[in-house]
Structures are given as C-alpha cells and as structure tokens.
C-alpha cells in the first residue's frame, strides 16, 4: 500500500502552509487521508490545526463559523469549503453524541485519539509527511474497521459511531475488528438515543455502498432492532414456498446485493451465476444498461429503499395451506403502508417516500404478453416509474430461488419489449394524451363537473384498446354515444 507522499489539492496546501507560516501546525485529517492512500477521490477535505479558531479567521478573507463552538471554522476557496478545525480534547458525553465540554490543545496525538477509528485517525503535511500514531495504515492493509483505543469509550462518547462502523464496512468492504464487533453487541441498545435523521444518512450510505449486505452485521449485532425492528422479523420468517430458499429477511438483503450490483458494474456477473441460458441473461443485461445511464443518485437510493422494504407486508400477509406452502396474497399493499410508516419514521422526504410507496405498489405486477395489456399497465402504473419498476422486479427475482430465476427474467424481458414498443407508438396513456380535453366535452353540451372526468376515463379506456382512435372526431363520436346511453346531455 503506498503510503508515501499525498498529493494535496491546491487549496488544502494553501491552507495548511498559510496556517504554517503563521506559527502554527495544520495536517490534512481524517477520511481525506484514508480516502487518498486507498486510491479513492476524497469526497471534501478535512483540516487539523494547532491554530485557535480566531486566528485562522484572522488569516483568511472569506470564513464562516460553521462549529464554532467546537472549533471548526470554514475557509471559503474559490467557492468550496474547507473545514479547518483545532486541535481539541472532548470532555465528558451525556448524550451518546455531544460532550459537555471542549478544551483546545497543541498536542496533535491528543486530538487523533479522541476520533472514531484508525483508519479515520491518521494526518498529513508535506512537511511531516503520515502521522499515524494508531496504527492505521496496518488496519487498512488488514482490511478492518477498528477503534481507537478503547471501542467502548468510543461507543458511548457517540452511539452513532456504531453504524458507521458497518457503514464503513459496507462501503470499503473491510471487516469489523473483533473487539469493537463485541462493544458494539454490548451497547447497541444506545442507539435509541441517536435521532432518526442521523441514523437515516448512515442508513442510506450503508444501503447504497458496494457491500451493503454489511446490513446482516447490523442485524447481528442487535443495531437494527433498535431503528429497524421489521427486518429483525423478516430475518426469522421462513417463506415456505418453491419460489423461495431464504427468509423474508434475507431475500430482502439479497435483493439491495443486486440492486448494487447492477449500479457498480457487475449486472452481467450476476445473471450468469443465475441463469445458464446465456441469451436471455444478455438481454436483461443489455435493458439496464441503457437504463443506468439515466440513473440518478436519488434514484439509486429510492430502488435500494424500496428493495429494503417491499416485502415487510409479509409478516402480516403470510398463510400456509394444506401442503404446507406459505402464501402472501395482497403483501404489495400492506409492504407499501408499512414502508411509508417506516421511512417517516427515518424522516426520508415527501418526494423519496411517493416513489417508493409506488415502486412497492407494483413490484409483483405480472405483465400481460399483448400490447393492449401493456398499454393499461402503463397508463395504470405511470410511464415515469416503468425502468425504476423493470430495476425492482429483475432484482427481486435475482434474490429468489435460483431454480425458477430464468423463466421469469424472461418474461420481464419480454415485458421490456411490449414497453418499449408501446413507447415508441406514442400511444395515448393518459388523459392529457387524448385528443380531446373537458372543454371540448362541454362544447358538446356536457355540463361542467364530474361527469366531465367519468367521460373523459371512459375514453381514455376505449383508446387503450384502439389506439388508432385517438382522434377528435372519433372520440367526440364515442362522447356522444357514452352521453346517450347515460340519458342524454
């Protein structure tokens, strides 16, 4: 692992030498140093310094007092921010998050170990070059996450610390060390005290990492029963049906696996491990890859949410019948309600919680095999949410039993093809897609009100079975006849 020089950004030197040339230290910290060593692009840039909040105001033109109380002051540089924050020791917690107090120290070693992990604890300045006082680089080359000092010290300064231990698990795919995996299992119960948005972004990022089936850590350590207690369900409810070799739980996780997959990259590994028939694999293959050049990271997070929580409504669903055979008829409508519940819980916003409550609405719909059939899917489902759909059910059907895997790959994919020529008909879909409006109802007599929308329903209806009507006159006929079989005008 090289472990030699970092290239610092133009503006993190400038800050660390300026802060230098004043008197005082400053060092690159934290996940910026991680982050660089492991090859990755840092997502901002952290700095330490043994400089008071006042002076390093004092030594560039544009701050703002960001933590001030704790020390961090941001310096403004061509239009991004860098957080400069000095070098301090916390005082006691009382809250599984925030210390009573702070006190300030010219003791860099000091200021490291009072930070998260080790890997999170090493700085850097061309001057000095790695400061790594906890062995970090030797927990990155072992690929594990491990606290500094005591990991129960740690947990109880900040609970939350917990699940970013498995956030950074499933985000650089390292194991947690066994000690601080222990600590964690004592005092997972804390993290009741955490507030729900601070475990929502945790959440999210484990969620759409690389390795997010790091989720099972979080189970088996007792964490998601504290913010999650449905999965914790799921993880004991054994489905008992052919179309399904792993519980709730786990098909559910398995589920977010693929999701990921498919967003990284490795589609194409994951339908050859599940389907021998090589044309059909390619074909699902060739769907998403077109559609993932339209992904958005919203969007991302809204499919690996909904493959979280689409089938919660099994647990309330569930019948055995006389075979033994476990059933869960209606689950897409309960799963939608119990996910809405869930994500206000978490304080997800209005617009992510609409579409996934849409995208759980309609993951197990079964396409019909006729045009006409995909023309009222679409118009029933929405155009907007049809590849985010065709995302959830491949994944859906990638976490089942791999047995009955290709069938159904298959008859998605011919879905996609019914879809993609319904799209390319320019159909009407919906009602302001006919080629009449209200206002040419009521020139024909009709009188304003609801009677305008039961007939303009009525002839959307007709032009989803003939769509070469869509015309004025044709649906002005149809009117016409809908008003009179109704008793008139």
């Given amino acids: 692992m090289e472990t030699g020089r970092i290239e610092l950004p133009q503006a993190v030197s400038f800050i660390i030498h300026t802060l230098e040339e004043a008197g005082h230290e400053a060092y690159a910290v934290g996940g910026c140093v991680r982050d660089t060593i492991l090859g990755r692009k840092p997502q901002d840039w952290d700095i330490t310094t043994s400089a008071k909040p006042e002076e390093v105001k004092r030594l560039f033109r544009r701050t703002i007092d960001t933590g ?87 947990f109880d300064e900040d609970a939350l610390r917990m699940l970013r231990a498995v956030r950074f698990s499933g985000q650089l795919g390292f194991d947690i060390e066994e000690k601080t995996e222990q600590a964690i299992i004592e005092r997972a119960v804390h993290l009741k005290q955490i507030s729900a948005e601070r475990i929502r972004v945790e959440l999210t990022k484990l969620l759409i990492s690389k390795n997010a089936g790091k989720l099972r850590v979080a189970y088996r350590t007792g964490m998601t029963q504290m913010f999650l207690p449905e999965l914790d369900r799921m993880m004991c409810l054994e489905q008992k049906n052919p179309h399904h070799i792993y519980t709730a739980g786990e098909h559910t996780i398995r589920s977010v696996e693929v999701i990921n997959a498919f967003f990284y990259g490795k589609a194409e ?61 209606g689950h897409p409508s309960v799963s939608e309600k119990i996910a809405s519940k869930i994500m206000k819980r978490l304080t997800f916003d209005n617009e992510s919680i609409a579409l996934v409550k849409r995208l759980i609405r309609w993951h197990d719909y079964s396409f019909g095999r006729q045009l006409k059939s995909m023309r009222k899917a679409v118009s029933k489902i929405g155009r907007d949410l049809m590849p985010l759909l065709f995302f959830v059910q491949y994944s859906d059907i990638l976490s089942q039993n791999p047995q009955t895997v290709a069938e ?82």
Avoid at 270 to 282: C, H
Wanted: with cysteine; charged share 30%.
């Fill in 269 to 329: 590994e994951v339908f050859r491990e599940m389907i021998s028939d090589t044309a059909i694999a390619e074909e699902a293959v060739n769907h998403l890859r077109e559609w993932l050049k339209a992904l958005t990271g919203k969007q991302h997070k809204i499919l690996c949410m909904t493959m979280l929580l689409h089938d919660t409504g099994k647990l309330e669903t569930m019948t055995v019948d006389e075979q033994g055979i476990g059933h869960f008829y």
């Fill in 68 to 154: 001030i109380q704790h020390g961090t002051v941001t310096v403004m540089l061509n239009h991004i921010a860098y957080e400069v924050t000095t070098y301090r020791i916390d005082g006691e917690y009382e809250d599984s998050r925030h210390p009573k107090s702070v006190e300030y120290t010219k003791n860099l070693k000091l200021d490291l170990e009072r930070r998260d992990f080790t890997i999170n604890a090493m700085a850097y300045n061309d001057t000095r070059g790695l400061v790594d006082e906890f062995e970090g680089i030797r927990d990155l080359e072992r690929r594990v996450i491990r606290c500094v000092g005591d990991p129960g010290e740690r």
């Fill in 408 to 489: 159904k790959v298959d008859r998605i994919n011919q879905a996609v093809l019914l879809w993609e020529e319904v799209m390319a008909s320019k159909a009407a879909l919906e009602l302001k897609d006919l080629a009449v409006t209200g206002r040419d109802l009521i020139e024909l007599g009709i009188q304003p009100g609801p009677e305008i929308g039961n007939i303009l329903t009525l002839i959307l209806e007709y032009v989803l079975e003939h769509p070469e009507k869509n015309q004025k006159k044709w649906l002005l006929a149809y009117a016409e006849e809908k008003m009179q079989g109704s008793g008139g005008k």
